[in-house]
């Protein structure tokens, strides 16, 4: 190895189909082609979508926990410090920070602890998320957010706090389908097309999406939405549109392919209760599309309001359709806060500048020994 390489061993739980997971590979990728960094990796579950991980020639570690009550894990991890000796240790969620803080304290080796990825919704006591940041922020070197608003709601200190908002990859944009062809295979001859790219389940809050489109289709007969994202097309949420309204829904479930559906739609909406920095916002606003978003958690940080899109407040179905009406009866406006939202994602949001931001921060845990 060479002289001055920084050594880093990087933790996550799984490698499961979610943006984290992706953001993690993505960087894992980067960091082999630049001569400033050495890493292995630790993944702690069998579960693994992203599989270009296994092809980069980096050195994976699997600690398998048989159940939460498994104290090999740490016999595990503490044996893997002793060999690979690395710099640091990066965790990417609470789960990891929580066994490594320790273990790190003990070994003398600074945790970086990369678990603020959300913003929290109160009660913040019930929530698992806040009661292991108050365990593991204390024995952190560093503590990583991918918003603003996620380290102020963790009560990150300041002096700990460091921002690195998630980046996207245009190079993704390369294997986007014909749209005619996307259009045809879910059958849509409608004019206008509106999506959300979210799983189904309480935080995302479909039902406001859905109350929104209900609103609009009373009045509006050349709209299709769509739905995408795991859990999108369960019962439960087929129960939750009118029986008479369902056949202008697409719910299409998880697919690979994400860009390739976005790329059909003409306005781009996510109506989540909490966000961080929002992978699918990022998207959106790469493919050019305009966005109405719920105000929420770090998505002001990413969506300038009446710039880039709208904001609305969370839960109001109201105001969601009377800015996705205002847009689909603009072309301007929507072509408008499309160009400006690719730009803002190409300046401020890029993989590259994501993956400079964390070699600066090794650098400097380095210099913090």
């Known amino acids: 190895m060479e002289r001055g390489v920084i050594k880093v061993l990087m933790v996550i739980d799984s490698l499961g189909p979610g943006g984290k997971e992706r953001r993690f590979t993505e960087l894992a990728r980067a960091l082999r082609y ?30 398998i926990r048989k159940n939460r009550k498994d104290l090999s894990v740490y016999r595990k991890l503490w044996n893997i410090l002793g060999d690979y000796k690395p710099d640091m240790v990066h965790c990417w969620e609470s789960m990891t920070a929580v066994y490594l803080a320790p273990l790190c304290r003990l070994r003398g080796i600074p945790l970086i602890n990369g678990m603020v990825t959300n913003v929290p919704v109160a009660p913040l006591v019930s929530n698992y998320h806040w009661r292991r940041a108050k365990i593991t922020f204390p024995l952190s070197g560093v503590i990583v957010g991918n918003s603003m608003a996620g380290l102020r709601a963790y009560g990150a200190p300041a002096k700990k706090s460091k921002l ?67 859990g999108t097309e369960s019962e439960e949420s087929v ?69 880039s899109g709208f904001l609305f407040p969370p ?36 993989i590259d500048l994501m993956v400079n931001r964390y070699i600066d921060l090794y650098k400097m845990v380095m210099h913090m020994n």
């Open 239 to 307: 129960r939750m549109i009118d029986a008479e309204f369902r056949n202008k829904f697409r719910l299409i479930g998880k697919r690979p392919d994400v860009e390739s559906y976005i790329n059909i739609m003409d306005i781009c909406v996510l109506s989540s209760l909490t966000e961080g920095i929002s992978n699918a916002i990022l998207e959106y606003m790469a493919l050019g599309k305009p966005v109405v978003a719920s105000d929420t958690g770090g998505t002001s940080e990413l969506v300038e309001d009446n710039n």
């Open 34 to 63: 630049r001569n400033e960094v050495s890493f292995e990796i630790v993944i702690m579950d069998n579960n693994i979508h992203y599989e270009e991980i296994n092809s980069l020639g980096v050195n994976i570690r699997m600690v």
């Open 164 to 230: 690195i908002y998630n980046g996207f990859n245009f190079d993704r944009l390369s294997k986007i389908a014909d749209k005619n062809i996307v259009r045809e295979d879910l059958e849509i001859v409608t004019e206008y097309v509106i999506g959300m790219v979210a799983s189904f389940g309480s935080p995302k809050d479909y039902l406001t999406y859905y109350k929104a489109a209900r609103e609009l289709l009373d009045h509006r007969s050349d709209i299709t939405f769509i739905a995408l994202g795991s």
């Open 315 to 350: 839960g109001d179905h109201a105001t969601l359709a009377r800015n996705l009406n205002l847009l689909l009866n603009d072309r301007e406006l929507r072509e408008k806060m499309g160009a400006h939202g690719r730009s803002r994602v190409a300046d401020h949001f890029s």
